[in-house]
């Protein structure tokens, strides 16, 4: 009698060891990571499995369930390199300026301070099966009634409807809030069968009260819809997630997108797309700028989307465990989408630079924000060859090893042209030349009347220049007086970098064409 009740209660508070070889391997694989918890997703599966007419929702659930082992709630603080927690709280300042300035008083007194990662907390270890399957539920439920989910296929269904999270932060049940919150939408289209149009009315609603603000640039944990509501503000990543969890609600397919730094800028971004009746993505901005209003006019490397799936394609996916990768890119659920955005070119290399012990890979950069930033990747070839697929036209790259946690030249720098023709950056140290100078980063230049032209330089602060040889290789310093710099005497055919004293290295790099103006990348 006792080992026929153990036989019961295994069964129902688990299944795995008498079934477990029915599960597809990656729900396995994940249900013996959740330990303590994996009665909660073993819960959800059997919930779906008493019912025939449930078998969509159990494939759904095995979706969720077997893409769920790299999901997680990431927590980050603000800290000193010791590592020591500086308690500092972005809104605790009444705008960006002022907090910027904050920040910088505390570097004066400990050092450099930056967000580094506090706690993680998978999604198997906590989630719960009431959560899974009220997502589930609600998820089909609004995909059936809202006609304008009933032009996507099931795949798409799972990548841009399903999933409960939309990056890594806190989970919470944003998914009733909106069903409820704008059930009058249904009533308010037009055309019902239009997701976009569905998008546009719930998306100006979100912009009555969301707000883009540029202090969370500096605090990298994503807020949960519980912050989101109490903040009223928040990053692009946070509107992102906002717009998911408002559409995915009402059963409208929209992505999130991204691009890991921007080419001919600093920083990087995320945006939203909606999938429309021709199975095209719109763009557009959560809680901002509406589908066929919002236009991306910096110079796009590489751009990602954002899956919940697992992407056998991914960099994470075939990089070898032993083997470090830049972050960003790493990520085993993203997709690449460039050609989406613009054309594009694959560049095929011979790297110059010998690879560092056990580098399989290596990668292309772009300039931000004072360093190159790796945003794609090729395994290296026996003969140091490398094929970097679907690059972004008319920017200047570097190609680059990775190694414990430092980026490495492996080639010369060089620009990929609107013509999809490679140019190499090679700093001609025979043939030198003199070169007037009139900014740092790219600005409206004009003559004046006086024939005078125009310069962009703070008077009285000095200016470094530098070229590009496998590194940055000091040309001399100026101070500014009002009027242009001169330099003489600097290799030709190079790619330049100006500057300023104590500046946050925003300045951009650029080349010097013919005529002799300066040409930013």
């Given at each position: 009698?006792?080992?026929i009740l153990?036989?019961?209660l295994i069964l129902?508070?688990?299944?795995?060891?008498?079934?477990g070889?029915s599960?597809?391997?990656?729900v396995?694989e994940?249900?013996?990571?959740a330990g303590?918890n994996?009665?909660?997703?073993?819960?959800?599966?059997?919930h779906?499995?008493?019912s025939?007419?449930?078998?969509?929702k159990?494939k759904?659930?095995?979706?969720?369930?077997g893409n769920?082992?790299?999901?997680?709630?990431?927590?980050?603080?603000?800290?000193?390199?010791?590592?020591?927690?500086m308690?500092f709280?972005v809104?605790d300042y009444?705008?960006?300026?002022?907090m910027?300035r904050?920040w910088?008083?505390l570097?004066?007194?400990y050092?450099?301070i930056?967000?580094i990662?506090?706690n993680?907390?998978?999604?198997y270890n906590?989630?719960?099966?009431?959560?899974?399957?009220?997502n589930i539920?609600l998820a089909?439920e609004a995909?059936k009634?809202?006609?304008?989910?009933?032009?996507i296929?099931?795949?798409?269904f799972?990548e841009y409807?399903?999933?409960?999270r939309?990056?890594?932060?806190p989970l919470?049940?944003?998914?009733s809030?909106f069903?409820?919150?704008y059930?009058?939408v249904?009533?308010s289209?037009k055309d019902k069968?239009?997701p976009v149009?569905?998008t546009v009315?719930?998306?100006?609603d979100?912009r009555k009260w969301?707000?883009?603000?540029?202090?969370f640039?500096r605090q990298?944990?994503?807020q949960g819809l519980?912050e989101?509501?109490?903040?009223?503000t928040?990053?692009?990543?946070d509107m992102t997630?906002?717009?998911?969890?408002?559409?995915?609600?009402m059963?409208?397919?929209?992505?999130?997108?991204?691009?890991?730094?921007w080419a001919?800028?600093?920083n990087?971004h995320a945006?939203n797309?909606v999938?429309?009746?021709s199975?095209?993505?719109?763009?557009f901005?959560?809680?901002l700028?509406n589908?066929?209003e919002y236009k991306l006019n910096?110079?796009k490397?590489?751009?990602?989307?954002?899956?919940f799936a697992?992407?056998?394609?991914?960099?994470?996916?075939?990089?070898?465990?032993?083997e470090?990768?830049?972050p960003?890119?790493?990520?085993?659920?993203?997709?690449?989408?460039?050609?989406?955005?613009?054309p594009?070119?694959?560049?095929?290399?011979?790297?110059?630079?010998?690879?560092?012990?056990?580098?399989?890979y290596a990668?292309?950069?772009?300039?931000n924000?004072g360093?190159?930033?790796p945003i794609n990747w090729?395994?290296?070839g026996k003969d140091?060859?490398v094929?970097?697929?679907?690059?972004g036209l008319?920017?200047?790259?570097?190609p680059v090893?990775?190694k414990?946690g430092?980026?490495?030249?492996?080639g010369?720098a060089?620009?990929?042209?609107?013509?999809k023709?490679i140019i190499?950056l090679?700093p001609d140290?025979k043939?030198?030349?003199?070169i007037?100078l009139?900014?740092?980063t790219?600005k409206?230049?004009?003559?004046a009347?006086?024939?005078?032209?125009k310069?962009?330089f703070?008077?009285?602060k000095?200016?470094?220049l530098?070229?590009w040889d496998y590194?940055w290789?000091?040309?001399g310093?100026?101070?500014?007086?009002?009027?242009?710099?001169?330099?003489?005497?600097v290799?030709s055919?190079a790619?330049?970098?100006l500057v300023?004293?104590?500046?946050?290295k925003?300045?951009?790099?650029?080349?010097?064409d013919?005529?002799?103006?300066?040409?930013w990348w």
């Amino acid at each position: 009698m006792k080992s026929i009740l153990k036989v019961i209660l295994i069964l129902s508070l688990n299944s795995l060891i008498l079934l477990g070889q029915s599960y597809p391997p990656d729900v396995a694989e994940v249900l013996n990571k959740a330990g303590n918890n994996r009665g909660e997703l073993a819960q959800v599966i059997n919930h779906y499995s008493e019912s025939p007419k449930d078998s969509l929702k159990l494939k759904a659930a095995y979706f969720l369930i077997g893409n769920m082992g790299e999901q997680f709630y990431a927590h980050f603080i603000i800290a000193d390199s010791l590592k020591h927690d500086m308690h500092f709280n972005v809104l605790d300042y009444p705008n960006y300026t002022e907090m910027v300035r904050a920040w910088d008083s505390l570097e004066t007194i400990y050092g450099p301070i930056e967000n580094i990662r506090d706690n993680t907390v998978y999604d198997y270890n906590v989630i719960t099966a009431k959560y899974l399957i009220s997502n589930i539920d609600l998820a089909f439920e609004a995909c059936k009634k809202f006609p304008w989910a009933h032009h996507i296929n099931f795949n798409e269904f799972c990548e841009y409807i399903l999933p409960y999270r939309g990056s890594n932060e806190p989970l919470t049940n944003w998914r009733s809030y909106f069903y409820k919150k704008y059930a009058w939408v249904a009533d308010s289209v037009k055309d019902k069968s239009d997701p976009v149009e569905a998008t546009v009315l719930i998306n100006n609603d979100l912009r009555k009260w969301f707000k883009f603000d540029s202090r969370f640039y500096r605090q990298s944990t994503d807020q949960g819809l519980t912050e989101m509501l109490k903040n009223k503000t928040g990053r692009c990543e946070d509107m992102t997630n906002l717009a998911i969890y408002a559409m995915r609600a009402m059963g409208i397919p929209v992505t999130s997108d991204f691009t890991p730094y921007w080419a001919k800028t600093g920083n990087n971004h995320a945006w939203n797309a909606v999938i429309s009746k021709s199975g095209k993505p719109i763009i557009f901005m959560g809680g901002l700028t509406n589908p066929g209003e919002y236009k991306l006019n910096q110079a796009k490397a590489k751009v990602y989307r954002k899956m919940f799936a697992k992407q056998p394609t991914s960099l994470a996916a075939q990089i070898p465990d032993y083997e470090k990768a830049p972050p960003y890119i790493n990520r085993n659920n993203i997709i690449d989408v460039t050609p989406e955005y613009g054309p594009v070119a694959d560049v095929k290399l011979k790297l110059q630079k010998s690879k560092p012990d056990s580098v399989s890979y290596a990668y292309i950069a772009v300039f931000n924000t004072g360093e190159w930033k790796p945003i794609n990747w090729s395994k290296i070839g026996k003969d140091k060859s490398v094929d970097y697929k679907a690059m972004g036209l008319d920017i200047a790259y570097l190609p680059v090893y990775y190694k414990n946690g430092k980026v490495i030249p492996a080639g010369e720098a060089f620009i990929l042209t609107k013509g999809k023709e490679i140019i190499p950056l090679i700093p001609d140290l025979k043939n030198r030349t003199d070169i007037k100078l009139v900014s740092t980063t790219r600005k409206v230049t004009v003559n004046a009347t006086d024939n005078i032209d125009k310069a962009f330089f703070e008077k009285g602060k000095k200016y470094t220049l530098y070229y590009w040889d496998y590194g940055w290789r000091k040309i001399g310093e100026q101070t500014a007086e009002g009027k242009p710099l001169i330099f003489n005497n600097v290799p030709s055919g190079a790619l330049f970098w100006l500057v300023a004293e104590n500046s946050r290295k925003d300045e951009r790099i650029f080349t010097i064409d013919k005529e002799g103006n300066q040409v930013w990348w």
